[in-house]
């Protein structure tokens, strides 16, 4: 039994703004969000690639420091 294409679209949006909030809580980065904010704040800048994203954000989250638990 298949489900029908408009269960799927419905559930879309709600399972990506579920998965946004999990990469959140986790610490992800989310290069999806940033490219839409580039677009929208900054659209004479070109936005890095995902893998230049993520190592930047790797490297915003452990180069301060802080308190952390690890």
């Known amino acids: 039994m298949t489900t029908p294409p408009t269960v799927i679209n419905t559930l879309r949006p709600t399972l990506a703004r579920a998965l946004a909030v999990v ?3 986790i610490g992800a980065p989310d290069y999806a969000l940033y490219l839409e ?23 915003d989250r452990y180069s301060r420091p802080g308190s952390r638990c690890c």
């Open 23 to 25: 990469r959140r809580i």
């Open 37 to 59: 904010h580039m677009q929208l704040r900054h659209p004479e800048c070109a936005p890095l690639s995902m893998r230049d994203f993520e190592r930047e954000r790797l490297h």
